[in-house]
């Protein structure tokens, strides 16, 4: 029967408004014959509307009724629903949920009237229930068929609201534990000698253990066994072994019904390679002497189920002791960390932003913050002996080990993790912890919580949001109980013990808590002004601590630079009262190592942070820093006194224009984190470049006073080459550059020579003696002939050489040449002779561009490290700097010479006068740009968090999450950082194949 077409066009729009997404398929269905009674009934649509996907529960309800054996049972289910609005909600919401149940229903078409009736008993049903549910199932199959009818009731009262997450993984704990002892009678019919030898108790271990179950998950669990009365205890312990390994086979094996769920007894005294049953007296043997830290946070869990009851609680009793000791373990907080840490790493990279429960922000996080606070607190309260993670929870809270705003927003965190794991396993009903990436999935989900607006979108937001809850528990474990513990404060609130603040330290992310609560000690304790002060900052700089990779490090490098000038009157007084000036500091101090490694050589440099306008930490212009420079360099006594002197202004100017990077990018409560990454480059290379000038100057200047007083016999000029004479310097570049001279009126060339050769060599010896402060190495290898060639020329030497000799890579080098300090008259004569060398009038020949890609080429497959991966590799990497900035001197080289705005060192001016020239596309110059920009912030990135250069991204887990933090990317998040950079870079190689090699010739 076909529905007319104007019926066809109002139900069509009924059907969108209610939810479903393929209405034309929605139409055919509700014509199907077997829904002719519902079809003009006004509450289907409705009620098919309120479930969390209407398509899949409109084609489950048409199978079921297909499904009926007559049409007397067909009838009464029609009856049923039309009369009966909760049996038409619990149905319909299974159906919309669960293929997998709808599957069961189709094969099993009476098993819907489970959910006929929830009288007052059983509406938190509890294991006797599920037993009786399960009573008549005497093999596997009847048992799984058994089990998914009792597990549909479960899933109706949680899709339908009337369970809460923690009831409904208790009732799935409780069916579990009635499948196992079901099971276990099925074994022991099968070999009812076995049953006789032997007392066998399961202990359950985990989620089941705790009370806290998914839909599907392994259950893990103990065996233990003794002999009977009168039997001999090997013969008794092989025939509880054949028992338990029947009893694991029922459950775990596929059948025509499918499976229930794997039995795991891998937590076992010495796991999978040890015995599957052992005595009481054997377990407690091993984990006296052999466990390992993470087995007794296992026991935790422990709960007889099935079997000998009183066996299991005596297993129970027993070791229960040991757990509460566990804490006192050498080591116990390093190997909670080390097991947490192991179970992050093993997660694929792909799967990790997609992980409910193992990854950063899961819900793994949580139980972990939480069994660390129990073995640690439950060994005096006894309240925190809970297995389930949201009594144990509440337990921390009302006991004051946890702040009851802290654990109020985990309990709601954790529910919203654990509905949304529930949702995804109901689904297919299979173990998974991923977050599907389908929209049509997501939407499912979203809408099976509730979120119907725009379900996807919300669906994410609200995960990232609690995610994020979850992931700032290290930072907002209590910070004033902490200090109230180490500086012994009377608050009239519940106060830590000093044990439990250095357990607590553990949980907020620090590596070595009793040093960090030794610091705040130094810190906070006693009555004087300081410590008072430091008491009403450092719950805040804790936090700020706390956001960072390393908090360690930061509250270390707090103390120092408080230790240093705790007694200078401004310290304190500016981090209390300028505005972001306190967390500046936090975030410079906790970024890595390069800014407090300058901070500690020159303390007093903290005032940069606290100026009000932001001005203190604007990069000082090169005419103010070669002025300073030339003024220490008059006062010195010689030149190494000279070159400190200018190194000490290098190394603050460096502080500076590091932390207003770093605060840049991080951002503050007050000022958000700088939305033009490209601006914040500019401004490093501009700032880096100009400092490494004034130095070279102010070097220049000392070496020559003391060589030769007031005039050396030759001019001499310091040309920057590469990133030098780009004003794209990084925090770890050396210094590109080539030295010319030309002899004074008079002077014989070669005395000449021989001073430029003597400034040079002490111009180098001078910069390179070892110190404190990060090192200015000169590089003068792009000079005419390399290394085999003189370190300095004249410039009539150049004018002969390029004349004759030049080669194409040569030409190609000097588009960077910039002079940068000495003779100014010299500089711009040496950059009017190298113009037309790398602006040639008739542009490149044809071979010229060919020996340009040669070389290019070669030096990706050369210098690329053995073992780095290409992808990752910012500077020669596919769509790094290289592939960037080769492609724009291309364009330089052949069209510099008609076009002014090409003329320039810097690599963003030229791509923006190729783009203006017509050069090259708008949308292919924004994709090199902004991969230039990333390539070189990672670079950056690489040197403030690890104070040493670097190309490629590091493997350390702390590290990486640096870097992820100066590149904007938050908590777990890394992994989306080394995507983001694989786009941005691939979509650059594409735009380098088509510009620089020619594949698409434009």
Request: glycine letters at 8%.
């Amino acid at each position: 029967m076909t529905a007319a077409p104007g019926r066809r066009s109002s139900t069509f729009t009924r059907l969108l408004r209610h939810g479903f997404t393929d209405a034309s398929a929605a139409e055919r269905l509700l014509d199907s014959p077997e829904l002719a009674p519902l079809r003009d009934d006004p509450v289907l649509l409705e009620a098919l509307g309120g479930t969390a996907d209407p398509d899949l529960a409109l084609l489950g309800l048409v199978r079921l009724l297909e499904a009926q054996q007559s049409p007397g049972a067909r009838r009464e289910l029609l009856d049923t629903l039309i009369a009966a609005k909760p049996l038409r909600d619990r149905l319909l919401g299974v159906l919309g949920a669960s293929t997998a149940l709808a599957d069961h229903l189709a094969r099993h078409p009476d098993d819907w009237q489970a959910l006929v009736m929830y009288e007052a008993y059983d509406l938190h049903p509890g294991v006797e229930e599920f037993e009786a549910g399960l009573a008549e199932a005497t093999d596997p199959v009847s048992l799984r068929v058994a089990y998914r009818r009792c597990l549909l009731s479960i899933a109706a009262r949680d899709v339908c609201g009337t369970t809460g997450l923690a009831e409904s993984a208790a009732e799935l704990a409780d069916l579990a534990t009635a499948t196992l002892r079901a099971a276990l009678k099925i074994a022991e019919a099968a070999a009812p000698e076995d049953a006789a030898l032997c007392r066998l108790a399961v202990i359950a271990m985990g989620k089941c253990g705790g009370h806290e179950l998914n839909y599907v998950s392994d259950v893990d669990v103990i065996f233990v066994g003794e002999a009977a009365e009168g039997t001999d205890e090997t013969l008794a312990v092989r025939a509880a072994t054949r028992l338990a390994s029947h009893m694991m086979r029922i459950c775990s094996e596929t059948t025509v019904e499918g499976s229930i769920w794997p039995v795991d007894a891998n937590l076992r005294p010495e796991g999978r390679n040890g015995p599957l049953v052992r005595t009481l007296s054997s377990h407690l043997a091993y984990y006296q002497r052999w466990a390992k830290t993470w087995e007794f946070q296992a026991l935790l869990k422990a709960r007889p189920v099935a079997g000998d009851l009183d066996l299991g609680a005596e297993y129970v009793a027993a070791v229960q002791p040991l757990v509460w000791k566990a804490a006192e373990r050498e080591n116990f907080v390093p190997d909670v960390q080390k097991m947490r840490r192991r179970v992050v790493e093993n997660i694929p990279v792909a799967e990790v932003d997609r992980q409910l429960k193992l990854g950063p922000g899961g819900l793994r996080d949580v139980e972990f913050a939480v069994q660390l606070l129990q073995l640690v607190h439950g060994r005096a309260d006894t309240s925190l002996r809970s297995g389930t993670t949201l009594d144990a929870l509440k337990a921390l809270a009302a006991g004051g080990y946890v702040g009851r705003a802290d654990a109020a927003q985990l309990d709601e965190a954790y529910r919203f993790l654990r509905s949304m794991e529930h949702r995804i396993q109901l689904f297919r009903l299979r173990r998974t912890h991923l977050v599907p990436e389908d929209e049509a999935e997501l939407r499912r989900i979203g809408r099976s919580l509730g979120l119907r607006a725009d379900p996807v979108a919300d669906l994410h937001r609200e995960w990232r949001r609690h995610a994020g809850v979850v992931r700032r528990l290290h930072e907002k474990l209590f910070y004033r109980p902490l200090l109230d513990a180490v500086a012994q404060l009377a608050t009239g609130e519940a106060r830590l013990s000093t044990e439990a603040a250095r357990e607590r330290m553990v949980a907020l992310g620090y590596a070595d808590p009793a040093s960090a609560l030794r610091h705040l000690e130094a810190l906070a304790s006693g009555v004087t002004r300081k410590a008072a002060i430091q008491r009403t900052l450092l719950p805040v700089l804790l936090g700020w601590f706390a956001d960072s990779a390393d908090p360690d490090a930061g509250l270390l490098n707090f103390r120092k630079v408080s230790d240093a000038l705790g007694k200078t009157p401004w310290y304190l007084r500016l981090l209390r009262d300028e505005g972001a000036a306190a967390q500046n500091l936090a975030r410079v101090l906790s970024a890595g190592r390069l800014a407090p490694d300058l901070l500690m050589r020159a303390p007093e440099a903290v005032a940069l942070l606290g100026d009000g306008d932001g001005g203190g930490l604007e990069p000082r212009p090169r005419a103010h820093l070669e002025q300073e420079i030339h003024a220490a360099v008059k006062r010195a006594d010689d030149a190494a006194q000279a070159v400190t002197a200018a190194r000490g202004v290098r190394r603050r100017e460096l502080f500076r224009t590091a932390a207003a990077d770093i605060v840049g990018s991080y951002g503050t409560e007050e000022q958000p984190a700088e939305a033009d990454q490209g601006a914040l480059v500019d401004r490093v290379g501009g700032a880096v470049s100009d400092l490494t000038a004034a130095t070279l100057a102010g070097t220049l200047r000392a070496v020559v006073r003391d060589g030769w007083g007031d005039e050396l016999p030759t001019r001499f000029a310091v040309i920057g080459m590469g990133r030098f004479g780009g004003h794209e310097l990084g925090y770890g570049s050396d210094a590109d550059v080539l030295f010319v001279h030309e002899p004074r009126d008079g002077v014989d060339e070669r005395e000449a020579s021989q001073a430029a050769n003597k400034v040079v060599s002490e111009m180098r010896r001078l910069l390179q003696i070892p110190s404190a402060d990060p090192p200015l190495l000169i590089d003068a290898d792009l000079r005419p002939e390399g290394k085999s060639g003189p370190m300095v020329r004249t410039l009539t030497s150049y004018a002969a050489y390029y004349r004759r000799w030049a080669l194409t890579w040569e030409s190609h080098a000097l588009l960077r040449a910039e002079p940068v300090a000495g003779d100014e008259d010299l500089g711009r004569r040496f950059i009017e002779l190298i113009d037309p060398l790398r602006y040639p009038a008739d542009g490149l020949a044809d071979e010229a561009v060919r020996e340009i890609r040669r070389l290019k080429a070669r030096m990706e497959s050369e210098r690329l490290p053995r073992g780095a991966d290409p992808k990752l590799h910012a500077k020669l990497g596919p769509g790094g700097l290289s592939d960037v900035e080769w492609t724009v001197q291309l364009m330089q080289l052949r069209h510099g010479a008609s076009e002014p705005g090409l003329r320039t060192t810097r690599t963003r001016e030229a791509l923006a006068a190729a783009r203006a020239a017509g050069l090259i596309t708008a949308e292919d110059a924004a994709t090199l740009d902004e991969a230039w920009v990333l390539a070189t912030r990672v670079r950056n990135a690489v040197m403030l968090v690890r104070g040493r250069a670097g190309d490629t991204f590091p493997t350390e887990p702390r590290e990486l999450a640096a870097v992820g933090r100066y590149l904007g990317y938050g908590p777990g998040h890394a992994g989306d950082m080394l995507d983001a950079y694989r786009r941005t870079a691939r979509r650059a190689r594409g735009v380098v194949e088509e510009l620089f090699y020619g594949i698409a010739e434009r």
